[in-house]
């Protein structure tokens, strides 16, 4: 399907889908949302030891750099494992045109965001010491088929439900439980009262949190 690039409200791009009118994003602000979902309702909440993320799906790579953004204000001691799946991947001109690397005061930032996406397939790539991504071209529902290790952080970064309700049901959301360790955290933009509904039947203490600018909740849900 075809996209187009689109700035959103704080100044950063994002990708748009007009066949399924659904952005990449929030149009309130890309930036601004993946900071607020992922890192401050998940990776700074048990950030500083070694830890493994999964990501669903990897997109235009801005989590990723963000995560790494927030991986080099800390002593950088600790291991950062990030798998990510993406069935559909961007090509070479959106990345250029995304630009991601000039939102960040690193100067470096430009050259990782490119590293990242120059990333082979399926094999572990050392982006910074101690931050390694593994991106699989894959669909999410060939989870099982991965040889991932225990995971403590997800990503759930799927389009919506409006335009792909089966990636919100107990199907994906039970391959998903069954990668993670007991008292992982998953984060998602959603706040959808199924998806909380899911969550508790698969045995999550289920917590709604504020949202990133123009979404009033999300999700944060931790495994027993
Ligand atoms: C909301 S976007 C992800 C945004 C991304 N995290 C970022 O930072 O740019 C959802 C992504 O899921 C991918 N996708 C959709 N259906 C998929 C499937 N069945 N399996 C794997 N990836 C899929 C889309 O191509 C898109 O890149």
Known sequence: MKREIKTTSDGSKTL?????????HSH????QEAKHVFIDNGL???KDCDINILELGFGTGLNVLVSIDEFLKTDKNHKI???TLEKYPINID????????SLFSKNEMSEIFLKIHNAHWSKKTEIWPNFFLTKYQAD?????????????LVYFDCFGARVQPDLWEKPLFELVADTMKSGGLLTTYSSKGSVRRILTALNFKVEKKSGPPGKREM???IKN
Do not use: Q, S
């Open 28 to 31: 309130h602000g890309a930036l």
């Open 219 to 221: 999700i944060n849900a």
């Open 94 to 101: 959106e990345v250029t045109e995304l630009n991601y690397g």
């Open 140 to 152: 999410f529902f060939e989870l099982k088929n991965l040889d991932l290790p225990k995971i403590d």
């Open 81 to 83: 494992h990030y798998f």
């Open 16 to 24: 748009y889908i007009n066949e399924l009118n659904e952005n990449y």
């Open 44 to 46: 700074n909440l048990i």
